[in-house]
């Protein structure tokens, strides 16, 4: 079965700073990978995904994030992060069985410092 | 705006109780899904429709049942309601039912037992 891993529960940044949150899984297979951000009292928003190709994926937001097989990892990246980017965010791993289960991490709190 | 609608927003109610839950998928998926985020289990797949099929099932309870009517909108029965069933739930729906179709989530559903 496949899990992931949001190791920071937590992380406060400056606004105006650069924001990495890490994300670990554990899939037998070629993994899809996506994440998500839900701000307060709102569902969950896709932020980008990773099916194959290049390892280096630009989503919404001025997001990226990088896919690195060797370390099973999928981290989320901003160069510069806005008072908006204060939010929750989960890393999720899809299921190559039948349907299409996501498996989310714990989830990562952004508070963004003025 | 995800296009995923789901009624009602909140709901209130003493344990041993029944309650229904809607969704409404955006214009044109055929899939949908149920989740259960609270803070102790965090984000946990209930259950996933195609086309009024069950597709794929997760960690739901014997007391929770789901469907997907005709018309494509989806309800989630939770029965015999106990404390640790309040959370929110989500619903999320996308295009297809395949792990390459990304899921687009309602703003949820805040149950309370009391």
Same mark, same amino acid.
């Given at each position: 079965?496949?899990?992931? !891993?949001?190791?920071?529960?937590?992380?406060?940044? &400056?606004? =105006?700073?650069? %924001?990495? @949150?890490?994300?670990? *899984?554990?899939? #037998?297979? !070629?993994?899809?990978?996506?994440?998500?951000?839900? &701000?307060? =009292?709102?569902? %969950?928003? @896709?932020?980008?995904? *990773?099916?194959? #190709?290049? !390892?280096?994926?630009?989503?919404?937001?001025?997001?990226?994030?990088?896919?690195?097989?060797?370390?099973?990892?999928?981290?989320?990246?901003?160069?510069?992060?806005?008072?908006?980017?204060?939010?929750?965010?989960?890393?999720?791993?899809?299921?190559?069985?039948?349907?299409?289960?996501?498996?989310?991490?714990?989830?990562?709190?952004?508070?963004?410092?003025? | 705006?995800?296009?995923?609608?789901?009624?009602?927003?909140?709901?209130?109610?003493?344990?041993?109780?029944?309650?229904?839950?809607?969704?409404?998928?955006?214009?044109?998926?055929?899939?949908?899904?149920?989740?259960?985020?609270?803070?102790?289990?965090?984000?946990?797949?209930?259950?996933?429709?195609?086309?009024?099929?069950?597709?794929?099932?997760?960690?739901?309870?014997?007391?929770?049942?789901?469907?997907?009517?005709?018309?494509?909108?989806?309800?989630?029965?939770?029965?015999?309601?106990?404390?640790?069933?309040?959370?929110?739930?989500?619903?999320?729906?996308?295009?297809?039912?395949?792990?390459?179709?990304?899921?687009?989530?309602?703003?949820?559903?805040?149950?309370?037992?009391?």
């Amino acid at each position: 079965a496949q899990s992931v !891993t949001q190791p920071d529960i937590h992380i406060t940044v &400056s606004e =105006g700073a650069s %924001l990495e @949150l890490r994300c670990n *899984y554990s899939y #037998g297979a !070629t993994p899809y990978l996506f994440w998500y951000v839900q &701000s307060p =009292g709102q569902g %969950l928003q @896709l932020l980008l995904k *990773y099916f194959s #190709g290049d !390892t280096l994926v630009q989503g919404i937001k001025g997001f990226e994030a990088e896919f690195k097989r060797s370390q099973s990892s999928f981290n989320l990246r901003k160069p510069s992060v806005h008072w908006s980017d204060a939010a929750e965010y989960f890393c999720a791993v899809g299921a190559l069985a039948a349907g299409n289960k996501l498996t989310f991490g714990g989830g990562t709190r952004v508070l963004v410092k003025p | 705006d995800s296009g995923v609608t789901q009624t009602p927003k909140h709901l209130i109610t003493a344990t041993g109780q029944r309650v229904t839950l809607r969704c409404s998928p955006r214009s044109g998926d055929l899939s949908v899904y149920w989740y259960q985020q609270s803070l102790d289990q965090g984000l946990q797949f209930l259950i996933q429709y195609y086309n009024g099929e069950e597709r794929a099932k997760g960690n739901i309870l014997e007391r929770f049942s789901a469907q997907q009517f005709p018309d494509l909108h989806s309800e989630l029965n939770l029965s015999s309601l106990e404390l640790g069933d309040s959370a929110l739930y989500f619903c999320a729906s996308s295009e297809t039912g395949g792990n390459n179709s990304p899921l687009h989530f309602g703003n949820g559903t805040r149950l309370t037992v009391t």
